[in-house]
């Protein structure tokens, strides 16, 4: 199996003709693939995220961790969520 950190750095190399090619010349095909390779760099990125969450996970010792460790992601969602709600209300002052 390839590193994945190479087929990202890969991936990026070869969109670099069509980045030049959109961003400096307006090319429009370019443009298309080149958020044709943003999507693809962004499954690559998110395949690499989880397997090296699923590597932190089955590193962990003991079953009784591993319920606790899924209930804590919830709550740090929820934190977040009511920070964002109650900012506003302070801006107003």
């Known amino acids: 199996m390839a590193n994945p950190f190479n087929q990202l750095k890969d991936l990026i190399n070869s969109l670099e003709d069509d ?4 961003y400096e010349k307006h090319n429009a095909a370019a443009g298309t693939r080149v958020r044709k390779g943003m999507q693809e760099l962004k499954n690559h990125a998110q395949a690499i995220r989880l397997e090296v969450q699923n590597m932190k996970n089955a590193s962990k010792d003991g079953d009784a961790a591993a ?13 977040p969520a009511a920070a964002k709600k109650a900012a506003p209300a302070a801006k107003k002052k």
């Open 19 to 22: 980045f030049e090619k959109s």
């Open 67 to 79: 319920p606790a460790a899924k209930a804590a992601p919830a709550a740090k969602k929820a934190a």
